[in-house]
């Protein structure tokens, strides 16, 4: 389903979805969960005389890029341990984090183009800051995709080759999925100045996820960790002040 929305928030949403991309994007890995067993009435004589054959047909379902990449992942990773699956889903956010960055990047250079036809007297202000923008971005961004390639040749998980094939497919699969938003560009003039005020916001949370990708896996894991643990923490903390508050009702009533 195609929705228009205005540039700008096309590239805030694309910042959201990189910034979610370790959780996300994981829920296509899972295969589909059989359906339950539908009760249906007894079949009319005219549906008994019909050959089984015509029956048994499956519905066909329509192969997209997403699924092609969804089957071809899962065909890579079924045989891995859950281990190695999750080492394997780690690279794979770190291609995911670069790939959205360069989104982010190119929606933010449209938009400064656009505002810069329609505010002539922004137009040298916002290009000056996109140019800092990219100044800040690219070099890291530079740094992660070759640090990237090299952990891809290096592991041995699965043939490097056919990750390569994979994360193509996911290429494919993320430009067929992002041509179901028609994006309109910014151009009044408060649109553009907000733009040029969130340059700092952007610019800064595309260096940290960059960052982000240049941790060895272990550092991520362990993060990773930290984070359940003060999650089942802050939980178990909520359930206490929950039954306390509860107790304390029971006692006034």
Not at 185 to 199: D, G, H, Q, R
Request: proline letters at 4%; one cysteine or more.
């Amino acid at each position: 389903m195609t929705r228009s929305s205005l540039l700008l928030s096309a590239v805030c949403l694309s910042f959201l979805l990189s910034a979610s991309a370790l959780a996300a994007e994981e829920k296509a890995q899972t295969k589909p969960v059989a359906e339950k067993p539908v009760a249906t009435k007894p079949a009319t004589k005219k549906e008994e005389e019909t050959p089984d054959t015509v029956l048994a047909q499956p519905k066909k379902t329509e192969e997209t890029p997403v699924t092609k990449w969804i089957a071809a992942e899962n065909a890579l990773i079924d045989p891995l341990s859950d281990k190695d699956k999750e080492s394997f889903f780690i690279l794979r956010n770190k291609y995911s984090m670069i790939r959205v960055t360069r989104v982010v990047e190119r929606d933010i250079g449209a938009a400064v183009e656009s505002c810069g036809d329609k505010n002539a007297d922004i137009k040298a202000k916002m290009d000056a800051r996109y140019k800092q923008w990219k100044n800040a971005v690219d070099p890291i961004l530079d740094t992660a995709k070759k640090q990237l390639d090299k952990d891809l040749a290096s592991q041995k998980i699965v043939d490097p080759k056919k990750a390569k094939n994979v994360l193509d497919l996911n290429d494919e699969a993320y430009v067929y999925s992002e041509k179901q938003i028609t994006k309109m560009p910014v151009s009044t003039k408060e649109a553009c100045e907000n733009l040029l005020m969130s340059m700092d916001h952007t610019e800064d949370n595309m260096v940290t996820l960059l960052q982000q990708t240049l941790l060895p896996e272990n550092v991520i894991r362990q993060r990773r960790d930290a984070i359940k643990r003060e999650q089942e923490k802050q939980k178990d903390k909520a359930k206490k002040q929950e039954a306390k508050s509860q107790d304390a009702a029971k006692k006034s009533e």
